[in-house]
């Protein structure tokens, strides 16, 4: 993958890729923040902000290796991804919410809100 020809499309596709592989609750706040970075009333540099953290998220560089520290090496990305929800908070909708829970459903259609428990 070329990192210098990333773009929204690429992203999208990353974050389509990642988020199918992680699940559901994984993927949700990751949607969140895409459709918060695609949204016209979220400024350029929090635009920016979000994409380098999505792109930090689900592209192959990693600052601590998941696979030599695998607890450890995932805390970065959760960390990232915490900080930035949190700043970003200000952005999120309902409209957002809605686009992000009806991509989920086209992603995971089997998805139930409840456990069955026998």
């Not at 592209?59 to 998941?66: K, N, R, Y």
């Not at 995932?74 to 949190?86: F, H, N, P, R």
Request: proline residues 5%.
């Amino acid at each position: 993958m070329n990192i210098l020809k990333l773009n929204n499309d690429t992203l999208l596709d990353g974050i389509s890729s990642w988020g199918k592989k992680a699940g559901r609750a994984a993927a949700r706040p990751v949607l969140i923040m895409w459709y918060v970075m695609c949204s016209e009333k979220t400024p350029r540099k929090d635009k920016l902000a979000i994409f380098g953290s999505l792109a930090y998220l689900v592209l192959p560089i990693d600052i601590l290796d998941s696979h030599k520290l695998p607890i450890i090496g995932w805390l970065d990305e959760a960390v990232s991804l915490g900080v930035l929800i949190q700043k970003m908070s200000k952005y999120i909708t309902p409209e957002i919410q809605a686009k992000a829970d009806a991509q989920l459903e086209k992603w995971f259609p089997e998805y139930t809100k409840y456990e069955i428990v026998e």
